[in-house]
């Protein structure tokens, strides 16, 4: 796409995306309890995420201070989810970082 | 990403960047009178999208349901967009019957 | 509020804040293993009742294909929660029920 | 609900309806490009109530921030709607500008 911000748009969507997979399998590993604060984050990341992708491409005003939001938010996700082993965790710490810096650079 | 229905997720997703951008544009026109029913249907197809795109992240058992909601929803928006010579509504049409197809193909 | 369809939104509104809730009430219990169900369909219910209360108050052509499907996930839903003891669940479980039924009547 | 924040959670979702049924209104005026602003904000502000909302029920670490963010664009979106004399501008104006109200007392 040649929107705006169009790269930003993309990584919080493969983050929202990464984030929904992970809460989903946490869900489904053999003790949940470990995975608490990661499925809560990645709960509120990928709706944030969502959030922050439809403010960017229709270029609101509001765009750059909801994405200095999600990067907060995806910095601490990416964080939590990088202590657990899981090809998930670790997935989905790499999104999360990924659209935090991008985020970080566009707000 | 390795995700299932990992290229329908990415189609759902652009079809939701590329209503957001499109409603705002349309938004913009000389006459926004001419565009309500692809603004209208814009905003409707993107938070649809992103709903469709959560569910098969998650693997839903409700994600076929909410795909083929999400492909009727898109076709009409695509060949409503379709009918205006905009660059932002030709591309919408684009992402739209991409997404439409996948969204038929997965349910 | 005078909205068409009001009654639907707001058990809509009332399920998703229950469920919102609930799922993070979940996720502090002493065994979440035990309530993986429950939090998996707490985070489509709630995603889908703000779907189908946007698609009603727009006065969308296919609000009443959305509130088939919310009608379906709440069902499920509340039928889950109330197999849990805990306020939580039993308090989403009603909200759930009752939402299925107004947007069942809807649908 | 017994919800903490209910009221705010409350205000939130009325906004969100307020908004999303006064953007499908605005697009069916005679002449929509007056209300070229009143729909853009409406569509911003109807998606991130509902965001508020979700972060407050989940007892979020970030509610605060999100219901800041919210509190501005109720305010920018009520003030906008207020200029328009028609009934779903009036009401949406109401709506908006309460819940910037309770979401800054509660941020």
């Known amino acids: 796409m040649s929107l705006q911000y169009a790269e930003c748009i993309e990584a919080c969507y493969d983050c929202a995306a990464a984030c929904d997979y992970c809460a989903a399998s946490c869900l489904k590993e053999e003790d949940p309890g470990m995975m608490r604060d990661c499925i809560r984050l990645d709960m509120q990341c990928a709706n944030l995420c969502r959030l922050a992708a439809q403010f960017m491409a229709m270029g609101s005003t509001w765009a750059k201070s ?3 939001l999600c990067a ?3 910095e601490e996700c990416g964080k939590t989810c ?8 670790q997935k989905c710490a790499d999104a999360c ?3 935090a810096k991008l985020c970080r650079d566009m707000a």
């Open 97 to 99: 970082l990924r659209c």
């Open 82 to 89: 990088r202590q657990h082993p899981m090809d998930h965790c």
């Open 66 to 68: 909801v994405c200095q």
């Open 72 to 74: 907060e938010i995806c």
